[in-house]
């Protein structure tokens, strides 16, 4: 197995740590899932990166990566869902009730920016996966007719937005932790913590209009390969 495979597998591994720490109330578990979060992000990127300058990429790889990241996004959306999403939320409320959160930990955690506070409504996760899954089986009927559907660049932009949204709200579950433990306060914390708080939203509003145009895109100059 080479390296980018490698790190493929990695992901793939770590992902459920990704998903479950978060929901464990401590501000150290919290911080090493936003840090395991960070590594897969760039991890990602580099695999990739690193298959495609060395000539090391595979049939094996073309599965392996893919995979780790439709698992990746899932495992970082359980615990939004259940962290940030809203108690009047069926699905939230299914999800945290059926993991077993305590009710002071589910829903405490939304976006408290300066221009509002911001849950994360099951739209929001239903839209994007419903995007992943979509596509993927799109590529692959593309595929089977010999067209090979690249990522375009409001793709690319949307995979970007969506990492700094998912790492920001990964650190916004640690801060907020560390912080109700230890009392933080003053002028720095009291900048810091609308600022992050204001790029998770903002990232996430960006991620999903992204999701929307781009998957336009596909539609426009490929949907015809379906009605042939």
Known sequence: MNLPNALS????LISPLIALLPL???PVWRATAFVLYVVSAISDYFDGWYARSRGLVTDLGKTLDPLADKLLLVAT???MLVLQG?????????VASTLRIEPGQAFSFPFIT?????TLPFWVVALVLGREIVMTVFR???QWKGVVIAANNPAKLKTIAQYIW???AYFWFAAESFAARDGWSGAAWDFVRPLVAAIGAVMMFIAVGLTIASFGIY???YGALFTR
């Not at 597998?9 to 793939?12: D, F, G, K, N, S």
């Not at 809203?86 to 299914?94: E, I, L, N, Q, R």
């Not at 300066?114 to 911001?118: A, E, L, R, S, V």
């Open 86 to 94: 809203s108690s009047g939320d069926p699905v939230a409320a299914f």
């Open 219 to 221: 539609l426009r100059r």
């Open 9 to 12: 597998t990695a992901r793939i």
């Open 166 to 168: 998912v790492g920001a």
């Open 77 to 79: 959306f359980i615990p």
């Open 114 to 118: 300066w221009f509002g506070t911001f």
């Open 140 to 142: 692959q009927m593309a």
């Open 24 to 26: 464990l109330p401590s």
